[in-house]
């Protein structure tokens, strides 16, 4: 069975800081990856996503980035977090084909102090 | 680009049927999914409709018309544990561009 881990659960950060949250998958080959973004009580805001290895689509102008090296890795990373980058960061994969059903991660709660 | 409208809540009472609306403008529609997130938690698939009617999966059911760029979803026998926090989400293909886009959810509150 397909698994989606996502790492770490919390986190806090001053202002400055680097950032990089991790996601592999796990029991799927080729899925597309996404990042979300959601701020309290917000809906999620699609910041990036990756339908192959090195290949990465940003959605929204921000100081954030994002790589996959390996088929099953998909990374966020920053160089110097902002306070507005307070929010939960959500992993996700979908099979590249078929119906829209997309697997979460369990997220990231990360505020910026 | 792509945009989803969706009430923003709704508050319904415990064993009643609650409705859920979507609306949706996308360039490369592909199929419209539903999703619910508890608070603290991650969002879970409910439903998917790639073609016009109703899918029916136990208590919830899910309705698209592609014409109308609209669909809903129906929550039946609503029972406490439906609080939550509901998203319609489109998938837009668009050549290389593999995208799922959510709205921006509604809120269930259910009265007991």
């Known amino acids: 069975s397909q698994t989606i881990h996502q790492w770490p659960a919390t986190l806090v950060q001053p202002v400055g800081s680097p950032l990089s949250l991790e996601c592999t998958v796990e029991?799927?080959?080729?899925?597309?990856l996404y990042w979300y973004r959601q701020a309290a009580g917000r809906g999620l805001q699609l910041l990036f996503y990756?339908?192959?290895?090195?290949?990465i689509s940003s959605e929204v102008p921000q100081n954030l980035s994002a790589s996959r090296p390996q088929d099953r890795q998909f990374i966020l990373s920053s160089k110097k977090l902002l306070l507005s980058d307070s929010g939960f960061y959500l992993c996700?994969?979908?099979?590249?084909?078929?119906?829209?059903?997309?697997?979460f991660g369990q997220g990231t709660r990360l505020t910026v102090v | 680009g792509q945009s989803l409208e969706q009430p923003s809540e709704v508050t319904a009472v415990e064993g009643a049927i609650v409705q859920i609306n979507c609306t949706y403008q996308?360039?490369?529609?592909?199929?419209l999914s539903w999703y619910q997130q508890h608070d603290g938690g991650a969002p879970t698939f409910l439903s998917y409709n790639a073609l016009d009617g109703l899918e029916e999966t136990g208590r919830f059911s899910s309705f698209l018309s592609r014409s109308d760029s609209y669909g809903y979803l129906l929550l039946q026998e609503l029972q406490m544990k439906d609080s939550a926090s509901y998203f319609c989400a489109v998938r837009d293909l668009k050549g290389r561009d593999d995208k799922i886009i959510f709205g921006k959810g509604t809120r269930l509150h259910i009265l007991p």
């Open positions: 996700a994969w979908s099979s590249g084909h078929g119906n829209t059903e997309a697997f």
């Open positions: 029991g799927t080959s080729n899925p597309n």
């Open positions: 990756s339908v192959g290895i090195g290949q």
């Open positions: 996308t360039s490369g529609f592909y199929g």
